[in-house]
């Protein structure tokens, strides 16, 4: 029902280190609601402001949104980059859904 996906960067084609990570979720399933970036249902592409979440090149972008895997509808949350700072996290944090976290930090 969840799978995670360890792929290499799209921000650098020549950067062999970054990691781009794919939480892909199955969608329809009894009691289990994908998490989300900002808005459900929506497809969504954020490379957040600089001032709030320090990284150093190739820099940092997310997206959630549908998909389809392996002939089966879901929902993907992704992170493509670095961060420099993991408490900046918290604020990348508070604009994800259904999480089931109950504190910030937890995640």
């Not at 029902?1 to 970054?18: N, R, S, Y």
């Not at 709030?52 to 389809?68: E, N, V």
């Not at 949350?77 to 900046?88: A, P, S």
Request: proline fraction near 6%.
């Amino acid at each position: 029902d969840l799978c995670i996906e360890v792929l290499p960067t799209q921000l650098d084609p020549e950067d062999k280190k970054t990691l781009r990570v794919r939480c892909i979720q199955k969608t329809g399933i009894a009691d289990f609601d994908p998490a989300y970036l900002f808005d459900e249902g929506s497809t969504i592409e954020w490379t957040p402001c600089g001032k709030k979440l320090s990284c150093s090149y190739p820099g940092i972008k997310f997206a959630s949104g549908p998909d389809s895997f392996y002939g089966h509808d879901v929902n993907v949350v992704e992170m493509d980059g670095l961060f420099d700072n993991i408490q900046e996290l918290v604020y990348v944090e508070s604009c994800l859904s259904n999480t089931s976290t109950r504190y910030y930090g937890e995640l």
